[in-house]
C-alpha cells in the first residue's frame, strides 16, 4: 500500500465581512454604494445611514490578537470543564 504525499504552498489574505453580508439583494433594496477608491461602503437600513470603512492594518493586527486569546481561554476553560466532569463520579 502506498500513501500519497504532496506539499502545497497556500496564500492566506484577510476577507472582508462585507463580501459576505452585501449580496445581490441587499445591494438594491438598502441603497448599497461601495467606493473602490476609499474601500468604504454605506448603505441605509429602517431610515439610518451607515458607513463601513476598512480597518487599518494595526487594527487588524490588534483584533487578530484578541481573537488568538479568545479561542486560548474558551480552549481553557473546555479543558478545565473536562477535568472537573472526569472528577465528579455518578
Known amino acids: ?16 465581512t462585507c463580501h459576505v453580508l452585501f449580496g445581490g439583494p441587499w445591494q438594491f433594496a438598502k441603497n ?20 463601513f470603512y476598512p480597518l487599518t492594518p494595526f487594527q487588524v493586527l490588534d483584533d487578530q490578537i484578541r481573537l488568538k486569546q479568545k479561542i486560548k481561554t474558551v480552549k481553557s476553560l473546555a479543558l478545565l470543564e473536562q477535568k472537573v466532569v472526569s472528577r465528579i463520579k455518578f
Open 32 to 51: 448599497f454604494m461601495h467606493n473602490g477608491c476609499t474601500n468604504e461602503i454605506t448603505f441605509s437600513h429602517e431610515r439610518k445611514k451607515y458607513l
Open 1 to 16: 500500500m502506498s500513501i500519497y504525499k504532496d506539499k502545497i504552498l497556500c496564500h492566506v489574505l484577510p476577507m472582508e
